[in-house]
């Protein structure tokens, strides 16, 4: 029953702030669509930043990260990471109201949502970062910065979805969406495999 109340709530959440703002959506609001009392919201979640925390956790590719990079363990690098930007991509697609409510709001109002934000974006990138730190202690990857490299494979993904949702480039272009990702991914994993060793490569 605690957990149907939850989700209600984060559900109702995610449909406010999406259609209205961090700063739009109430908190009266939100339990009013979650068909509780306001009360029952503050027992769940202590303040409305930590509900948009929740929220952008809840329904974003945290989870669906963290539930896949097992899965992927047995995969070739380049397969594994095809696997996570297509996630990538299809989440991004389906919190698009999410997103372009962030992009207005942090703009706006960069000192409310910020440390939120970056918060959880800190915790995507360690989780990926994590990932690439086991493939480097098997020699697989070379050493490099795992963290600014997870940063760079989302910002790779996050860039070609903004141009595509935002700034309308597929009103202009085709791209075939399969190609670009495995062109992207090609990219980055030659960017970070572990290089042949010279004797190899010799003969």
């Known amino acids: 029953m605690q957990t149907n109340t939850r989700n209600k709530i984060l559900d109702a959440g995610l449909k406010l702030f999406s259609t209205k703002g961090y700063l739009g959506a109430t908190t009266k609001e939100i339990a009013r669509v979650a068909g509780v009392a306001e009360l029952t919201l503050f027992r769940h979640f202590s303040s409305k930043e930590r509900l948009f925390e929740e929220v952008l956790k809840h329904d974003s590719f945290l989870p669906v990260l963290r539930e896949l990079l097992p899965a992927v ?116 994993a030659r960017g970070t495999i572990s290089s042949v060793p010279e004797k190899r490569r010799l003969h």
């Open 73 to 188: 363990s047995g995969l070739s690098y380049e397969d594994a990471l095809m696997r996570i930007a297509r996630k990538l991509l299809l989440a991004l697609k389906r919190r698009k109201g999410l997103i372009r409510i962030m992009h207005t709001e942090i703009s706006r109002y960069p000192e409310q949502i910020l440390g939120i934000y970056h918060s959880f974006i800190d915790e995507m990138v360690n989780t990926l970062a994590a990932y690439f730190d086991g493939l480097v202690k098997t020699g697989a990857l070379r050493e490099f910065d795992t963290a600014l490299g997870a940063r760079a494979f989302f910002g790779m993904f996050y860039s070609y979805f903004n141009n595509q949702e935002f700034l309308m480039l597929r009103k202009y272009q085709a791209p075939d969406k399969d190609r670009v990702v495995r062109e992207y991914v090609r990219i980055f």
